[in-house]
């Protein structure tokens, strides 16, 4: 079974950035380097972008990214489900297991990115997987897909899409599907996302059952 400590370590870099970014990417290409060293190489490069930048245009290439007009945004809930009440069902259960894991999500939502990343060690592997692989590569894939210019953060969200892939890849779980424009109805094409048939109520089973 996957250890998913270094989530912790990968959160950080999705963080609005301090005086410590840098020292959060050289710990993130330490926990990289033996089992993932072509995404280490990716984090390197987003060193050798940011390091001549001051904090204050490091934070403000942050906010162009993802807060102010953003070129997408970081809340998973609403990447998926847009303005659809699925979104606070969504929250709603997140917001339960990051309670029950005792994960401090600060002045963020329970799906923000950094959040639902100090999440997976903190819960179980089997319920980290199942999350990673239904919910986090889908969400990520359409994060990706916003982007039409070169941006930093778009290297290292496909480094943290390249993680969870390998992390996941001899699972059998299925990913959400997106709702789009031609759909005739919401989740009308798929009937085992993660969200609406258990991802959170099979956790829950297990967990009383023991």
């Known amino acids: 079974m996957t250890n998913f400590n270094h989530y912790t370590i990968l959160a950080d870099l999705f963080r609005y950035p301090s005086d410590r970014l840098m020292d959060d990417a050289l710990n993130t290409i330490s926990v990289l380097t033996t089992d993932y060293p072509d995404e280490a190489i990716i984090v390197k490069g987003f060193i050798e972008n940011f390091s001549d930048l001051t904090l204050h245009q490091r934070q403000e290439y942050y906010i162009k990214t993802f807060d102010i007009q953003a070129v997408c945004f970081l809340d998973i809930g609403y990447v998926l489900f847009g303005e659809d009440y699925k979104r606070g069902d ?3 259960q997140m917001k339960q297991e990051q309670r029950e894991a005792q994960n401090d999500c600060g002045v963020e939502l329970s799906d923000h990115l950094p959040n639902v990343l100090t999440l997976l060690p903190k819960t179980t592997p089997e319920f980290a997987q199942e999350l990673i692989a239904t919910i986090c590569i889908p969400a990520l894939d359409e994060m990706i897909d916003k982007f039409n210019m070169q941006n930093a953060y778009l290297e290292l969200l496909k480094m943290l899409q390249n993680v969870m892939k390998q992390d996941t ?10 709702k789009r424009e031609d759909d005739t109805g919401f989740l009308s094409n798929y009937k085992g996302c993660g969200v609406d048939q258990s991802l959170f109520e099979r956790k829950n089973t297990t967990t009383k059952q023991f």
């Open 169 to 178: 890849k001899e699972t059998s779980y299925k990913p959400f599907i997106i």
């Open 90 to 92: 969504f929250l709603v």
